[in-house]
């Protein structure tokens, strides 16, 4: 499956990204933002983590992609977690230091959002953001997710309990 927007293409995880996503998860500034990624991360865990994101789509069960840029790589975007009871999926999102800035993290996660909704039998899109995460509750709040609560996340990277906002972005 490949989305497409103005300025980037969304495709499903090559083994061929494993170095850039690597790479780029290498940066604890990007880690520490996210719930499930260790720190440090080696490149079998980026080769895992690919063979990975084939297996629950092919089980439809989410949609992990590779986000392209015009000078390659530059993060990741997907939809997670779908709770066929709660009829919701769970919005997820990192970019690369390098990528920061551009309207990046913004353009991808508008694009997984309208696939979602697309795709799966569901009536929200949920979001998790880290508090110390300002970057994040932009992109969120610009794509017109609401803030649902409080509530504290476990970050593997950061090997701690981290204080987060809970969002929600209704079907229309």
């Not at 061929?16 to 499930?36: E, G, R, W």
């Not at 990528?99 to 353009?107: D, P, Q």
């Not at 995460?133 to 504290?152: A, C, D, I, W, Y």
Request: hydrophobic share 40%; charged share 20%; net charge negative.
């Amino acid at each position: 499956m490949i989305l497409k927007t103005d300025r980037l293409t969304l495709r499903l995880p090559e083994q061929s990204d494993a170095k850039a996503i690597q790479l780029a998860l290498t940066d604890y500034d990007v880690v520490k933002m996210l719930q499930v990624v260790p720190y440090p991360y080696s490149l079998e865990m980026a080769h895992e983590f690919i063979a990975l994101t084939h297996e629950e789509w092919n089980r439809n069960a989410s949609y992990i992609a590779s986000v392209i840029g015009p000078s390659g790589l530059v993060g990741v975007a997907g939809a997670h977690h779908w709770n066929e009871t709660e009829r919701q999926i769970e919005l997820g999102y990192w970019l690369g230091r390098n990528s920061w800035g551009f309207g990046y993290a913004t353009e991808a996660a508008g694009a997984v959002c309208t696939f979602a909704f697309e795709h799966w039998p569901i009536d929200k899109i949920i979001a998790s953001v880290f508090d110390d995460n300002p970057g994040s509750k932009r992109v969120v709040e610009k794509l017109g997710f609401k803030e649902t609560g409080q509530h504290t996340i476990y970050s593997v990277g950061r090997g701690a309990e981290v204080s987060a906002t809970l969002y929600k972005l209704e079907r229309c």
